[in-house]
């Protein structure tokens, strides 16, 4: 997989590899990865969407690696009971970019993928497409142990070290909110939120963008965001600004920029990031 970081497997995702092409996943809903309105928030979301394309991504990518470029999620209905099922597709394989497609469905109760129809039958909540750019395979510690096309027609569990956790999602990844009005969180760079190359979890920077937008815009839930990610971030702590774009009665747009604070406050992505005002 692209992800080394105890904050991926604390998800308790089961994937399958269907084939080059096509990936499947699953991923309880619990108590702990939900937001403030009792629905998967949407950092959770980003983080799985994250595992489940990059592994359409590595099997068009090989022998090369893979780096998230660009993801863009839109939520048609809130997830509130589980399972998350992830569907990804392949878009299109370029010498530079990869471009990945994909659904999400609230698995409504189901407990395996067996369970699953083709197509999908369970509720579609979300949709979205992620990009990704070619690496060297070197760049990545785990291209000498993992074969991504060796995984074709496989499922894995990836199992969550001592249980599934029950501390807030935010919370364990060690999120801190420095100025709430501001949307100015900090994030410090560690291994529990690394990916395989070292850096923070482009699935984690999605936490990190729900986390600074709801800080800023109380009484809201982040449920669509389009992140542009730009660089890698290897020193830390990661550190967010915020500016409210819209502000309407049910819903805001906030556009959120992250910096590498140890690095001379090196950009490392932004986001667009769209809330919805809870009832």
């Known amino acids: 997989m692209t992800t080394v970081g105890g904050s991926i497997s604390d998800l308790d995702i089961t994937t399958e590899q269907l084939s080059a092409t096509h990936a499947r ?5 619990t108590d702990a990865v939900r937001d403030a309105s009792g629905a998967a928030s949407l950092g959770y979301l ?3 969407v994250d595992v489940n394309a990059s592994m359409v991504a590595l099997c068009a990518a090989h022998p090369d690696w893979t780096a998230t470029a660009d993801l863009m999620l839109h939520e048609a209905a809130p997830l509130l009971n589980g399972p998350a099922i992830l569907e990804s597709r392949l878009t299109r394989a ?3 970019l990869i471009i990945v497609g994909f659904d999400i469905y609230d698995g409504g109760g189901i407990s395996d993928l067996d369970e699953l129809a083709d197509p999908i039958e369970q509720r579609r909540v979300a949709t979205g497409l992620v990009t990704f750019a070619r690496v060297p395979a070197a ?3 785990a291209s000498g142990v993992f074969d991504p096309l060796g995984g074709i027609g496989q499922r894995r569990h990836m199992e969550p070290v001592g249980g599934v956790p029950t501390q807030p999602l935010l919370e364990r990844c060690g999120l801190t909110v420095i100025d709430a009005p501001a949307g100015v969180v900090e994030l410090v760079s560690a291994p529990y939120v690394h990916n395989s190359r070292g850096r923070i979890n482009g699935g984690v920077l999605g936490m990190v963008f729900q986390g600074a937008a709801e800080a800023a815009v109380p009484g809201h ?8 990610y ?3 971030a290897r020193t830390g702590p990661l550190r967010t600004s915020t500016v409210i774009v819209r502000e309407a009665p049910d819903h805001a747009v906030c556009r959120v920029e992250a910096v590498d604070a140890g690095a001379d406050d090196l950009v490392i992505a932004t986001a667009t990031v769209t809330l919805q005002r809870i009832d």
Do not use: F, K, N, Q
């Open 139 to 141: 760049t990545s510690a």
């Open 221 to 228: 839930v982040a449920s669509d965001l389009h992140i542009h």
């Open 25 to 29: 996943s699953l991923s309880p809903v």
């Open 230 to 232: 730009l660089a890698g």
């Open 94 to 96: 370029g010498a530079r």
């Open 46 to 48: 980003v983080a799985i």
